[in-house]
Structure formats: structure tokens, C-alpha cells
């Protein structure tokens, strides 16, 4: 499984944009980048998935450099209830007839001030 | 919009005591999941099942542990013989295929106290 490296910790305040960066310099050729945020007492929740380039959803966007070893999740115009923990994880996406894991880091505690 | 749900919300058992953790995953779903978090750690994955039987586990789901599918709508997490440091919050996960790295869609969990 590649490593993923995020910040343990990051502010900010309602109505910016947030940017939190997740260093996996060993991914596989196989491997997809997924994000999913936690409320506390709460299961994750899937924020969104991409392999390379850049992937939007209705909730937030996700920048795959070319060489797909960084990625970044894009929250516009955050609000209170976006404070949470965010995780970054890198997973194979090769079909092994087997149901797969989900590998969790850290996160980064994204905490969202008035 | 379709949900995991689990049974019961929130568990007490003494030290030594059997408890089952109940969970009816979303009904479309063939693969199903079992994490835990020890307050203030990481969500660490326990087991996955597929097909009536285990796909794979990590090395904290020993003999302890177990997971059943009874019938066709609930899967769940028996621990025989509960020990102190089994307290954690414990999520079933479902998804929905394999021939995409499937979103996981996660329960809001079943808060263990084990005394």
C-alpha cells in the first residue's frame, strides 16, 4: 500500500477556500486517490475519488499532478460544518475477487473558524 | 438516500461478556465491512466478507472475533469474550462492486464500552 502524507492540522475561516495536500510519492500504477471526512462519533463519509488530472463533484475538487505522487482536495467557500477530519487514501483499483480494504492515516483535522 | 444502519447505538458489557453488533448494510450491496476506532486513534479495518464468507482480516480480528450474515439483510460482529481494550467504536461499511475502487458507505457506529 503507498504511504500517504498529510498536515495533522489546518484553519481556516468560513467562506475560503481550502486546500489540503496529500503526499503519496509511492503509488502504484493501479492506485486511485480517494478522500473521505469524518465528523467526530461518525463514520467516514466518501468525498470523492480520481486517478489522475482533475475530478469535481457538487461537494469539492480533487488536482492529480501528472506524475499523480501529491494530491490536492479543494473545499470552496468552507462553512462551520466543514470542520472535521479528511483523509487521503491511495488503494488499488485491480479487481482480485476480493472485497478491499480501506487503509486510514492520520487525517488532517480541518477546523473552520466564524 | 439509502444508509448503513447499526444496532445498538451505543453498548456496556463487563470484561469476559459476548456481545453481538448488528448491521444492515445498504440492500444492493454485496460487499460488506467491518472498522473500528479507539477514541482518538485511526478507523482501523477488522474484516471484509463477500459471498457468505470472509474475504480478508487484519491481524486485531483473531479468534475473538467473528461475523455472520444470518439472513439476507443483516451482517454482524460477535466478540466472545470482550476484553478491556475491545473499547472502541465499531463501523459496518458496505459497497456496492468491485470493478471500481467502490465508495465504502459507513454506519455511524456502535459505541463499545467494555468494563
Known amino acids: 500500500l503507498a504511504k500517504t502524507t498529510q498536515p495533522i492540522s489546518m484553519d481556516s475561516y468560513e467562506g475560503q477556500e481550502v486546500n489540503i495536500t496529500c503526499s503519496h510519492n509511492?503509488?502504484?500504477?493501479?492506485?486511485?486517490i480517494t478522500w473521505y471526512q469524518q465528523f467526530p462519533s461518525q463514520g467516514p463519509r466518501f468525498i470523492i475519488q480520481?486517478?489522475?488530472t482533475k475530478v469535481t463533484n457538487e461537494v469539492a475538487s480533487l488536482f492529480i499532478p501528472a506524475d499523480r505522487k501529491s494530491s490536492t482536495l479543494s473545499l470552496p467557500r468552507v462553512s462551520l460544518s466543514d470542520t472535521a477530519v479528511y483523509y487521503c487514501?491511495?488503494?488499488?483499483?485491480?479487481?482480485?475477487?476480493?472485497?478491499?480494504?480501506?487503509?486510514f492515516g492520520s487525517g488532517t483535522q480541518l477546523t473552520v473558524l466564524p | 438516500e439509502p444508509e448503513v444502519t447499526q444496532t445498538p447505538s451505543h453498548q456496556v458489557t463487563q470484561m469476559g461478556q459476548e456481545v453481538i453488533l448488528r448491521c444492515v448494510p445498504i440492500?444492493?450491496?454485496?460487499?460488506f465491512y467491518w472498522y473500528r476506532q479507539i477514541l482518538g486513534q485511526k478507523v482501523e479495518f477488522l474484516v471484509s466478507?463477500?459471498?457468505?464468507?470472509?474475504?480478508?482480516k487484519s491481524e486485531i480480528f483473531d479468534d475473538q472475533f467473528s461475523v455472520e450474515r444470518p439472513d439476507g439483510s443483516n451482517f454482524t460482529l460477535k466478540i466472545r469474550s470482550t476484553k478491556l481494550e475491545d473499547s472502541a467504536m465499531y463501523f459496518c461499511?458496505?459497497?456496492?462492486?468491485?470493478?471500481?475502487?467502490?465508495?465504502?458507505?459507513f454506519g455511524p457506529g456502535t459505541r463499545l464500552t467494555v468494563l
Open positions: 461499511a458496505s459497497s456496492e462492486g468491485l470493478n471500481s475502487y467502490n465508495e465504502q458507505f
Open positions: 509511492n503509488i502504484a500504477t493501479n492506485d486511485y
Open positions: 480520481g486517478y489522475k
Open positions: 487514501l491511495v488503494g488499488d483499483m485491480q479487481s482480485s475477487g476480493s472485497a478491499r480494504q480501506l487503509t
Open positions: 440492500s444492493n450491496h454485496l460487499y
Open positions: 466478507f463477500y459471498n457468505n464468507e470472509i474475504s480478508e
